[in-house]
């Protein structure tokens, strides 16, 4: 008698399968420990950080890092030229710069997603006009299409949130709307359809769960190009304003300092690509986790 169940006759859960797949995949397994610990450090960031971010140090202005021979341990990554606390600002700025790229992945997969759906799987001239509408979106770069938006509103962090979400939503709907117009032209969809199965079924359990891997992708792809235009329009002085710690304020603050204190502007630029690595890693390893579930089942 068999004390273990052959693995093939083995059931598990979906989750409990992809789960599995995906910690095969250490480097993505370890890019979603990180984005735990970093989403973690967003909600405690003022609790960690280890000086207040406006508090100036008088005589201590523009250390460099601890590693260097002129550094501080107390400043491990040196001071700004107010005397101000860079890991600090940088840690603290993490809420501003990672949390609101991820309000715009958020809103833009709920908004975008369900958009995207309706029109991917409607039929008609209806359809088809929202498609080209859609296409004459894309001609314009989502950035640029965020600086429009943001020109015409007041500078502000809040202000750069909503320009980056406008202009993100035509890019993904027009996403899913393909993958949906691809997925319903399939032979095992229309085979089902000839089965009587219902529009809301073929939808909601067929090919959503398909299509999830590119949801992922997509969303992830939404997330990183926010961080980098949330950065960017703070940058050219569209988004945050000084004294709000954002990484893309903190290189414009001290930009003018790059041959005399080139850290203040190069760590934040590294925290930011950081991130974006980790993010892509992590949404790539679990999308092939997800793809190799289903080609399995």
């Not at 003022?46 to 005589?59: R, T």
């Not at 703070?234 to 893309?248: D, T």
Request: charged letters at 15%; proline letters at 5%.
């Amino acid at each position: 008698m068999l004390d273990k169940e052959p693995e093939e006759f083995r059931f598990t859960s979906p989750v409990a399968e992809i789960w599995r797949l995906f910690r095969r995949n250490k480097v993505a397994l370890m890019c979603g420990y990180l984005l735990l610990a970093l989403l973690s450090l967003m909600f405690f960031a003022p609790l960690v950080a280890p000086h207040d971010i406006n508090m100036q140090f008088v005589g201590q202005e523009l250390l460099p890092p601890s590693w260097n021979s002129e550094g501080k341990i107390s400043f491990f990554l040196g001071t700004d030229d107010l005397g101000r606390d860079l890991l600090s600002r940088i840690i603290v700025g993490l809420r501003y710069t990672f949390g609101g790229s991820l309000i715009v992945a958020l809103l833009t997969l709920l908004i975008g997603g369900a958009l995207g759906v309706i029109a991917g799987t409607g039929q008609g001239i209806k359809s088809n006009i929202l498609g080209h509408f859609l296409d004459a979106f894309l001609s314009i770069p989502i950035l640029l299409l965020a600086i429009i938006i943001a020109t015409l509103r007041q500078p502000s962090l809040l202000n750069a949130i909503l320009a980056i979400l406008l202009a993100s939503l035509p890019y993904f709907i027009h996403q899913v709307y393909l993958a949906l117009q691809t997925e319903i032209n399939k032979e095992y969809v229309i085979m089902l359809r000839l089965d009587g199965a219902s529009k809301g079924y073929l939808i909601s359990k067929v090919m959503l769960p398909n299509l999830l891997p590119v949801f992922i992708r997509l969303t992830s792809r939404i997330f990183t190009l926010a961080m980098l235009d949330i950065s960017a329009l703070s940058f050219i002085a569209l988004g945050a304003q000084p004294p709000l710690p954002e990484w893309g304020a903190l290189i414009r603050e001290s930009i003018d300092l790059i041959y005399l204190a080139p850290w203040l502007s190069v760590l934040p630029g590294f925290a930011l690509i950081f991130v974006i690595i980790t993010a892509l890693l992590f949404s790539d390893g679990l999308a092939k986790a997800i793809e190799r579930y289903y080609h399995k089942t």
